[in-house]
């Protein structure tokens, strides 16, 4: 019988690696191309240092020092040690300052989550034209100046001119006619509030959307059958998918509303009193008002301290989670 026989392939060659390019001068390049990346990173990463890292040292030191507004012109200040930290730990306004922040903070971030939370369940309901309308609408928002945002707020509650104590008093309540929003501290703390919640909403919300339409739909079609009703359904399968993002949107709104300067300082500049300062503000007046440039540094320094210690807190427990998950 005849046999069949296989066709004899050709020996393959082994693949050579290409030459280096090489210089006119003979040398390879391969170590030039190495380090090109870095140049091109190097401005940006310059412009960095000096912009964030070199102000912060200079704070640093500062808050160290005897430093006033002579020391500001002539440069010779002397080192105190932690005389200002002492004499900030002591005083019981500053104490008052990092409550009233603490306080301040927490309404702010529960606000925020919860309105957030609602607002991004809602636009995945809705219909095309409804959720382009809604995330439109939370972009315009977003995309406003802090100082423009501030300024129309002034405005709104203005007590001869706003349409808050025009409104209200065309609603029959007569005791809003001319009513002084910012001069009662708890009036402008409520205002203040109201405008970084309403800042801060649509980059929350805009956040949670997108990772609410990465959840398969299977999972809800399943709850359903299973009987859950919309609660259940959050609490067991929307939450613990989107734990991480929740907790990293968690932390970044800390951030936000820990570091609220400007519109505190536009609008009340941490009056009536005291009623709307807090740490970011207190450091500031303390520098201006009193030429304590060393206080005020110790004041941000301690800014920072309690704000790391609270985002410390935020990541464990995120990473926490994602051990759990894995």
Request: charged share 15%; hydrophobic share 50%; proline share 6%.
């Amino acid at each position: 019988m005849p046999v069949a026989l296989e066709p004899i392939s050709a020996p393959r060659t082994p693949r050579r690696r290409p030459a280096p390019h090489r210089a006119p001068g003979g040398r390879p390049t391969g170590r030039t191309h190495g380090l090109w990346p870095y140049a091109l990173i190097a401005p940006a990463v310059g412009g960095m240092l000096y912009l964030l890292v070199y102000p912060l040292v200079r704070a640093v030191l500062i808050s160290f020092q005897d430093f006033r507004l002579r020391q500001l012109i002539s440069g010779d200040a002397e080192f105190v040690g932690l005389r200002n930290y002492r004499t900030l730990l002591t005083d019981p306004r500053f104490w008052e300052v990092v409550r009233r922040t603490f306080l301040f903070m927490a309404v702010n971030v529960v606000l925020i989550m919860v309105i957030a939370t609602l607002v991004a369940l809602m636009v995945e309901r809705l219909r095309r034209t409804g959720r382009t309308v809604v995330l439109c609408s939370l972009v315009l928002a977003w995309a406003m100046p802090v100082v423009a945002a501030t300024t129309v707020f002034q405005w709104l509650f203005h007590s001869e001119f706003g349409i808050v104590n025009q409104s209200l008093t065309s609603l029959g309540l007569a005791s809003f006619e001319r009513y002084p929003w910012f001069a009662n501290g708890t009036a402008a703390f409520a205002i203040l509030v109201t405008l970084i919640v309403w800042q801060s909403v649509p980059f929350a919300a805009i956040t949670l959307y997108s990772a609410l339409t990465t959840v398969p739909q299977e999972l809800y079609e399943s709850a359903r059958l299973d009987g859950a009703g919309a609660g259940r359904i959050f609490r067991s399968v929307t939450f613990p998918m989107l734990r991480p993002i929740f907790l990293l949107v968690f932390s970044l709104e800390v951030i936000w509303t820990f570091k609220a300067f400007v519109q505190i300082w536009v609008m009340t500049r941490g009056g009536p009193g005291d009623a709307t300062t807090i740490l970011p503000v207190y450091a500031v007046q303390t520098a201006l008002s009193g030429q304590r440039y060393d206080l005020g540094s110790a004041a941000s320094m301690i800014t920072v301290v309690l704000m790391s210690g609270v985002l410390v807190l935020c990541f464990r427990q995120m990473f926490r989670q994602e051990d759990e998950t894995r």
